[in-house]
């Protein structure tokens, strides 16, 4: 019997990708969507050819269902959805506020709901090679590491903190954060100080669109960040995700989104073509695979809470301007 699968909140960018893959996935039905928004949802619902439902009319009809609304609603989200579906995957960052994601991962042991968070990064073909380069001890102790995560500013309610929760520095600092703490389990970030830049890069925005974080993990490594919204219209991709090891036996760069070739159509914008795996459609297939299934979530709530913590650290060190202690 094929997963019958609901939206709840179409609002993420994010939506539109998640969306393609549960449509043509063999295994799942996609029964419908709610938002709060109507106008928005009568215009996803058009656009899917699936129908708009009320909130707990799509949860009481669904397997499993996908949270893409704004971050401040995804904790009201999850509430609503606890103990009546088998499993639901989040769109980072969990939530905007450490009470609201302690609340989640209390209600999901509770109810035993399987939570899991949006990190597709993970799933990149040359991120699980540097893990297992990391678990063979090629690099011997690593000391440092150089990350970056650049993107295009978003707009709409991404600039809206009462809404986002933050601007640059939260959209992207969780992604690297994750993707550290998966290539070492059992470390976690301890002390962050940051900078962060509001208004730098796009003025009047009213959000911080730039930050450079410097971080010290439970291993020892000393790491730096480069989270900005710093790519125009004109760039031929999204962003980046980037890393930089160095350790006593070698050192080695990892580009996540380097699996591409150049594209200049006639009559349209010069972009980069992706050739390898989609990583959207890699944490969809896992995430199917997993509802279906017994098995725990690959990316928990915890590894979604641990990496929002980094990123709100790094906004009380911008406050302070100090480091701040993490954990």
Known sequence: MSLR????????????????HLLRHPDVSVIGLYDWDAQRAA?????????ALGRDELIAASDAVVICAENVHHRALFEAAAGKVRAVLCEKPIATTMTDARAMLELAERTGTRLQIAFPVRYAIPLMALKEMLARGDLGTV?????????????????????????AVLDHTVHVVDALRWLWPGV?????????????????????????????????VMATLDTSWSRPPSYPIWGDVTLELIGDQGFTS??????????????????????GRDLDGALIDDFVDMAQGDRAP???????????????????????GQPVAVG
């Open 5 to 20: 699968v609901g939206f709840l909140g179409v609002g993420h960018v994010h939506t539109a990708s998640y969306m393609r």
């Open 188 to 220: 976690e970030v301890t002390e962050v100080y940051a900078e962060v830049g509001r208004d730098l890069l796009h003025p009047h925005l009213g959000s911080d669109d730039a930050g450079l974080l410097s971080f010290t993990l439970s291993n020892g």
């Open 143 to 167: 000391h440092t590491a150089r990350a970056t995560n650049h993107g295009s500013m978003p707009g709409g309610w991404f600039v809206q903190h009462e809404l986002s929760g933050g601007g």
């Open 254 to 275: 990892v580009d996540v989104f380097s699996q591409n070739v150049a594209l200049a159509p006639r009559g349209g914008a010069y972009r980069w073509a992706g050739y």
């Open 298 to 320: 690959s990316i928990t709530g915890e590894d979604g809470l641990r990496a929002m913590e980094v990123a709100l650290a790094a906004y009380e060190s911008e406050r302070t």
């Open 43 to 51: 215009t996803d619902a058009e656009r899917w050819g699936i129908p």
